[in-house]
């Protein structure tokens, strides 16, 4: 059974940093993208940031130059590293694989950022 678990949120004030980290497990296939969406109350989800096996990123706009997604593959493991923080950075995000069969959520982690 695949498991994707997330860990490292928390609240902080604006202008602050905090790493997330995402393992996953239980696979036998290898992981293509990693990566992580958001989602603030009364909004839609919204992707964040993703990575490749390759190394490929992608970022939303709002978050160019303050965040930075990186990842293990020994590991099987996917960070983000939140600089800058913002209150509009506020939300549950969610840590999601891709395989060639399919895509994997977390449970999401909190991340509140007060101003």
């Known amino acids: 059974q695949v498991q994707v678990v997330e860990s490292g949120g928390g609240l902080v004030q604006a202008g602050e940093s905090l790493r997330l980290s995402c393992a996953a497990s239980?696979?036998?296939?290898?992981?293509?993208?990693m990566g992580w969406y958001r989602q603030a109350p009364g909004r839609q989800r919204e992707l964040v940031a993703s990575?490749?096996?390759?190394?490929?990123?992608n970022y939303a706009d709002s978050v160019k130059g303050r965040f930075t997604i990186s990842r293990d593959n020994a590991k099987n493991t996917v960070y983000l590293q939140m600089n800058s923080l913002k209150p509009e950075d506020t939300a549950v995000y969610y840590c999601?694989?891709?395989?060639?069969?399919?895509?994997?959520w977390g449970q999401g982690t909190q991340v509140t950022v007060s101003s």
């Open positions: 999601y694989i891709t395989t060639f069969a399919s895509a994997f």
């Open positions: 239980g696979t036998a296939f290898n992981i293509n993208t």
């Open positions: 990575v490749t096996r390759g190394g490929n990123t």
